[in-house]
């Protein structure tokens, strides 16, 4: 969903619905006035129920009355408008006022802060609240996150410019983050999250300060698959931290589902009192798999080589090849578009790209076509794998050991990891920013 | 889309059989295939040695700074050309100290500080960055006075020199471009090559120059103060930053064993550099205050600056100032650099330069305060300098050990370095050596406390003691205890492919008899120091 269509949708029937929207800065300290139109205190803050989904219904007022904050029920609003606040019944319950569970404070909890837009996964940061009347009830429509709205808040409040009619962001497409509010119990709901690729949640979790990122984390950690993919995504220095901060059997759990050379770099930033209790909770598998992984340098060819890779022998034919390519499990994704091939004993014979298959005769032998017989060995470092990879334009590239083994193989996508320059994220980062 | 490559994959890789074994796609792609062959020539080895350069000669270089070409310009002022000769026996022990790190760093792709962590746990590896830390900064404060000295002497008040000086050091620390910075580096390397017109206008005499390089001696015979001042140009000269930065440096560059050749040469000639750099200043102000009244006289930098421009003329005096300047922000640069590194290292990545300013509050917050700190401390009025200088040696001669021994002890971890263990002949020269430091530390620790001792007869005592050690150092190490048995079997191939493996930092390995006497001995003296140096605090709070 683009900006445009979103933002269409709020602003059609401009002219009426303006009447009944109103922004939260335009109401915060102002009068509150009784029906007879004296006015009784200043508003204080507006108290939304976030758990029902959908638009949030506006449940009460917090008012400033003789130097106490009272609690005024939502269906006394009587009209809420730019610079004033009217009830509908004289007669104000002047209990002290108390937060209640799944009830958030829009100016203190939602108002200038980060709420990640889960349609385009981003975050942004709530520089004004929209709020409308829908039927009888307000509610919490959007939020407005333009640069002039957060100026807005700095300009006195009779001399604030009107920006109701500002491009909004519609609250069905926002998540605000919760964990911070006393009392309220709330949890970011897994389900909104799903709207985004992995890639998209880690881009927020770096985006977002460490609570927050910890409150994404914290959602989404029911499904350890999705944060073993985030895992994968995020940059080095948040999975470290947010991998710290688990326990022994949750960091295996997710160091399970990794890719395994994704898991063997993070093994190693763990603790070092940590590395080896981890490492035996993993699955037998994953164990082996790491543990050849880790006789070789992390920047080595054999540290950033997947031990999981497509390869036939070399009497295979290309049907077989492909079929190989269908019914693997186990590779990365970006190594199932290379097929390599061994001898018997698996020695390094070749590798061969997908599409080469694909536009070669079924029957043939693939040791019958022009394969790539480049490999490099398990030492090799970054630099010779790149040049390697580079000259030959390779996507995958085969690792062999001293006697010409294939143990594994490095993708493309590996190297470009580690290769960007630092300042590219930077660069990226600053111009995506909130 | 607009055309697409032909596929060249027939002809480039279907037919060609080229396996590694036959060509190393080097680094920065000038490097062929011809490069591992014995039979290179002179000119591809100087294009692989240009393109490796760097570490070695900045650490080097960068270590003449403020505090060097004071006590180098001390030396020449008070002794002549009579030291010249200490600064010839300090290549070999900057090479053996900054191999061994050059090494490290090669063949385990980590920083020091971290290796130390890993191997001799967190306690260490604190110790390390946070002496680092205070010491780093204690180095900035006299790199400014170096800066106000010189400013001085071109009639620009300190309390505005210095304070720029501090500015231009926070802003490009905070603009976050590591890169960048270092390139700066290489400009300053460049200007310190002012030493040597500085050493063709002083006209020194070369007769008692050739008699002070290979003559060991001191004028006027060894006293407790000749002893000082040559214990200051080895503590000058020997710093522990250079071993902290040149490792994180060779990771840095992504330098594997495959180059280390080329790095041990840059290593070479960044110490051959640096002493003909100090060689320079110990003979220009020799020559200048030679047969004057202000001989032995030494007061500070600004005073040499003064003395040589009315001996030799105010362009000499301007060069010096300039040489002083230069020094004192590589100085500056080299450290703040290595004080980045081993945060790095140890407290992983988010807490260094490479981060941007938003990214490490915390870090860059705490940096401005403490440079800024430093620089005030010049400005006050009346500040003890030579309290700062001696805080400064004191803290280095606490720090400089334990970095040394760590790196003897991790070059003799074959988990970490594999076949690249230090060999037998080469144990017992750096343990030589690095008892010849522990002891030099030692002496200055204690006489700074102890004003009144006996140098002299102090530094025979421990001499003893080192003699002793490398004694048992080559005996321990000659009756065998094959480091590694296997990797001696390794072919060139094989051991210039040997990586540290990860499997090696998994855990901490088991405390070996050597390890367990070097830590010891380590924590002895640490311990001493500490005690010493409360004594001294106490003395001070009590005298004041």
């Given at each position: 969903m683009s900006d445009r269509v979103g933002d269409g949708q709020m602003q059609k029937n401009e002219s009426a619905e303006e009447k009944r929207r109103v922004t939260v800065t335009q109401l915060l300290r102002s009068p509150v006035f009784n029906p007879a139109g004296e006015q009784v205190g200043r508003l204080e803050d507006l108290i939304a129920k976030l758990a029902d989904g959908g638009y949030p219904p506006i449940k009460g007022l917090k008012v400033r009355i003789a130097g106490r904050d009272v609690f005024v029920g939502g269906s006394s609003i009587d009209k809420l408008e730019p610079g004033a606040v009217r009830l509908r019944?004289?007669?104000?319950?002047?209990a002290e006022f108390q937060r209640r569970p799944g009830e958030v404070l829009l100016a203190a909890d939602v108002l200038g802060r980060h709420l990640m837009d889960v349609a385009r996964g981003r975050l942004v940061q709530a520089h004004d609240l929209v709020l409308g009347q829908v039927g009888t009830e307000w509610r919490l429509l959007g939020v407005d996150r333009s640069p002039q709205a957060m100026l807005r808040r700095l300009v006195p409040r009779r001399a604030r410019p009107d920006l109701r009619r500002h491009v909004l962001l519609d609250w069905k497409d926002v998540q605000p983050f919760v964990a911070h509010v006393p009392t309220a119990k709330l949890l970011v709901p897994l389900q909104r999250l799903r709207r985004l690729h992995p890639a998209q949640i880690a881009d927020l979790v770096e985006g977002a300060s460490h609570e927050e990122g910890e409150e994404i984390m914290d959602a989404v950690e029911g499904d350890v698959e999705l944060t073993a993919d985030i895992f994968e995504e995020l940059d080095e220095e948040h999975r470290t931290e947010f991998l710290k901060s688990r326990s022994d059997e949750e960091a295996a759990r997710v160091l399970d589902r990794m890719a395994p050379d994704d898991a063997a770099d993070l093994l190693g930033e763990l603790d070092q009192e940590r590395r080896l209790p981890v490492l035996n909770m993993m699955s037998n598998t994953q164990q082996l798999k790491l543990r050849k992984l880790l006789q070789y340098h992390p920047t080595t060819a054999g540290g950033m080589m997947s031990p999981d890779y497509v390869w036939v022998l070399r009497d295979a034919t290309v049907d077989e090849a492909l079929e190989a390519i269908r019914t693997d499990d186990k590779s990365p994704h970006q190594l199932l578009a290379t097929v390599f091939i061994t001898e018997a004993d698996g020695r390094f014979v070749g590798s061969i790209a997908a599409v080469d298959l694909l536009r070669s005769q079924h029957g043939r032998k693939v040791s019958e076509l022009p394969l790539v017989k480049m490999h490099i060995g398990a030492g090799a470092d970054i630099v010779e794998v790149t040049l390697m990879m580079a000259d030959y334009n390779l996507t995958a590239l085969g690792v062999t050991d001293g006697q010409g083994n294939l143990i594994g193989a490095i993708s493309v996508d590996d190297l470009i990891q580690a290769l960007i320059p630092d300042d590219w994220r930077s660069r990226v980062e600053a111009s995506s920013g909130v | 889309m607009a055309g697409r490559e032909p596929i060249r994959n027939d002809s480039r890789s279907g037919q060609i059989q080229i396996s590694v074994d036959e060509e190393i796609r080097g680094a920065f792609g000038t490097i062929r295939a011809e490069d591992r062959t014995p039979s290179k020539t002179w000119r591809q080895r100087l294009l692989t040695l240009a393109a490796i350069m760097g570490p070695g000669i900045i650490v080097l270089v960068g270590d003449n700074d403020a505090g060097g070409v004071a006590t180098y310009a001390q030396a020449g002022q008070n002794a002549g050309y009579s030291l010249l000769w200490t600064l010839i026996l300090l290549v070999p022990v900057l090479i053996v100290n900054q191999e061994m790190v050059v090494r490290l760093g090669a063949v385990t792709g980590v920083g020091l500080a971290k290796l130390i962590a890993e191997r001799f746990g967190r306690f260490w590896g604190w110790y390390s960055v946070a002496g680092l830390f205070l010491l780093n900064f204690l180095v900035i404060s006299t790199e400014f006075i170096g800066v106000g000295l010189a400013a001085e002497y071109f009639g620009i008040s300190k309390y505005l020199a210095v304070p720029i000086a501090t500015l231009l050091l926070i802003g490009i620390t905070l603009s976050g471009n590591f890169r960048r910075w270092e390139r700066a580096m290489f400009v300053f390397l460049f200007a310190s090559l002012l030493a040597l017109p500085l050493l063709v206008l002083s006209h020194p005499d070369p007769g008692a120059a050739l008699r002070g390089f290979v003559e060991p001696g001191i004028e006027g015979g060894l006293t407790s103060n000749g002893a000082l001042l040559i214990f200051a140009i080895v503590g000058t000269t020997v710093a522990p930053w250079q071993l902290y930065f040149q490792q994180s440096n060779v990771v840095d560059k992504r330098i594997t064993p495959r180059w280390l050749e080329y790095e041990k040469a840059d290593t070479v000639l960044g110490a051959v550099i640096v002493v003909i750099g100090a060689a320079a200043i110990m003979m220009a102000t020799a020559s200048a205050f030679k047969g004057t009244s202000e001989f032995s006289h030494f007061t500070d930098a600004y005073g040499v600056a003064r003395g040589l421009a009315s001996h030799l003329g105010s362009s000499v005096g301007a060069i010096f100032a300039l040489l002083l300047f230069d020094a004192s922000i590589v100085g500056a640069s080299a450290v703040t650099l290595t004080t980045s590194y081993a945060f790095g290292d140890v407290f992983g990545s988010r807490q260094s330069l490479h981060r941007r300013v938003g990214e490490a509050k915390t870090f860059y917050s705490t940096y401005a305060a403490m440079v800024a700190l430093a620089a005030s401390v010049v400005l006050i009025p009346g500040v003890p300098v030579g309290l700062l200088t001696t805080a400064v040696q004191v803290l280095a001669g606490i720090l400089l050990p334990a970095a040394t021994v760590f790196a003897l002890l991790l070059c003799n971890d074959a988990a970490v370095l594999g076949p690249w263990v230090n060999q037998p002949w080469l144990n017992v020269i750096a343990v030589f050596i690095v008892g010849v430091l522990l002891a030099l530390s030692t002496i200055l620790v204690i006489t700074t406390v102890f004003t009144t001792i006996d140098v002299v007869r102090l530094a025979l005592v421990l001499g003893v003691f080192v003699v002793a050690g490398t004694i048992a150092a080559g005996v321990f190490s000659l009756r065998g205890l094959p480091p590694a048995g296997a990797y001696m079997k390794m072919s060139r191939e094989e051991r210039q492919n040997w990586r540290m493996p990860a499997?090696?930092?998994?855990e901490r390995p088991p405390w070996s008899p050597v390890r367990r006497v070097a830590i010891v001995a380590l924590s002895a003296y640490l311990v001493v120091a500490i005690v010493m140096l409360a004594v001294k605090a106490v003395e001070l709070a009590i005298g004041s």
């Open positions: 019944t004289g007669t104000l319950d002047t | 499997l090696a930092l998994l």
